[in-house]
């Protein structure tokens, strides 16, 4: 889809599943994270394609789109969220740095969301978004920099900075709280034995955004055995019932049809 963004014209790519019919759907905007340390360029060009979580949505007659973000999955530009002077280092620590990367990728989503909401099979006033790790980071503050899109906010194993830099919560928690002005609840979803955010770290991060005056329900699942908390999105079984409950709550599909 062509876009302008900071000035550039640029063609971001996007997959999307339908469920059988004409709709149009309540829609799910899904946002992808990082490529582990930012230092392999060629984990760029790789799209994130979560087939699990689109089925799951689209057995409840959900549509799912799925934006890359410049630079990244096919999307033209480059891939710039927080890099250094020396790219070859990856992602950097600094706050400053990490935060003005954050800021970009939710520049990306500012430019492509009017287009996908235009879309003819997209039901405008059934519209969650989310998304994973530093996707589920964006997706908590761009609901709270546009609040009025989005009934729902979907947050999987988030953040944007992991633990192995000291100001990771400093940099996550301040992120998270531009997600304060969405007026509807969010919901968490985290993993035991993840290897970018302890628990005990995104439950901080979690506090720190409910007292800013965030709203919202955090769960923690111990991940089944060959797996690890980060990856728990690929588990329905772990948070079906809570994104049902909360789905529904928030006046939207929840049960498969």
């Known amino acids: 889809m062509p876009v302008t963004v900071d000035g550039e014209s640029v063609k971001?790519?996007?997959?999307?599943?339908?469920?059988?019919?004409?709709?149009?759907?309540?829609?799910?905007?899904?946002?992808?994270?990082?490529?582990?340390r930012g230092n392999d360029p060629a984990a760029f060009a790789r799209p994130y394609n979560p087939t699990v979580l689109a089925q799951w949505f689209t057995d409840r007659g959900?549509?799912?789109?799925?934006?890359?973000?410049?630079?990244?999955?096919?999307?033209?530009?480059?891939?710039?969220?927080?890099?250094?002077?020396?790219?070859?280092?990856?992602?950097?620590?600094?706050e400053t740095l990490a935060l003005a990367g954050a800021d970009r990728a939710l520049r990306d989503i500012d430019a492509i969301t009017p287009l996908l909401l235009a879309q003819p099979f997209v039901d405008r006033g059934r519209v969650a978004v989310?998304?994973?790790?530093?996707?589920?980071?964006?997706?908590?503050?761009?609901?709270?920099?546009?609040?009025?899109?989005?009934?729902?906010?979907?947050?999987?194993?988030?953040?944007?900075?992991?633990?192995?830099?000291?100001?990771?919560?400093?940099?996550?928690?301040?992120?998270?709280?531009?997600?304060?002005?969405?007026?509807?609840?969010?919901?968490?979803?985290?993993?035991?034995?993840?290897?970018?955010?302890?628990?005990?770290?995104?439950?901080?991060n979690f506090a720190a955004f409910r007292a800013a005056g965030g709203r919202g329900t955090f769960h923690e699942y111990a991940p089944?055995?060959?797996?690890?908390?980060?990856?728990?999105?690929?588990?329905p079984g772990l948070w079906n019932d809570a994104m049902e409950t909360y789905l529904m709550e928030r006046g939207l599909p929840g049960r498969p049809r």
């Open 62 to 94: 959900w549509a799912v789109i799925l934006p890359s973000r410049r630079g990244r999955g096919g999307s033209e530009g480059l891939y710039d969220e927080g890099f250094g002077a020396n790219r070859a280092y990856g992602y950097s620590c600094e």
């Open 130 to 204: 989310g998304g994973l790790s530093r996707g589920g980071s964006l997706a908590i503050a761009w609901t709270g920099r546009q609040p009025t899109v989005a009934r729902a906010a979907i947050n999987f194993v988030g953040g944007w900075m992991g633990e192995a830099c000291s100001s990771a919560a400093s940099i996550n928690q301040n992120l998270f709280r531009h997600g304060v002005p969405f007026p509807h609840p969010s919901v968490w979803l985290y993993g035991d034995n993840d290897p970018f955010y302890r628990l005990v770290h995104s439950r901080a």
């Open 12 to 36: 971001l790519a996007t997959i999307t599943y339908k469920p059988a019919g004409n709709g149009p759907f309540a829609t799910l905007i899904f946002h992808h994270g990082s490529t582990g």
């Open 224 to 235: 089944p055995p060959g797996l690890n908390g980060h990856q728990i999105i690929s588990v």
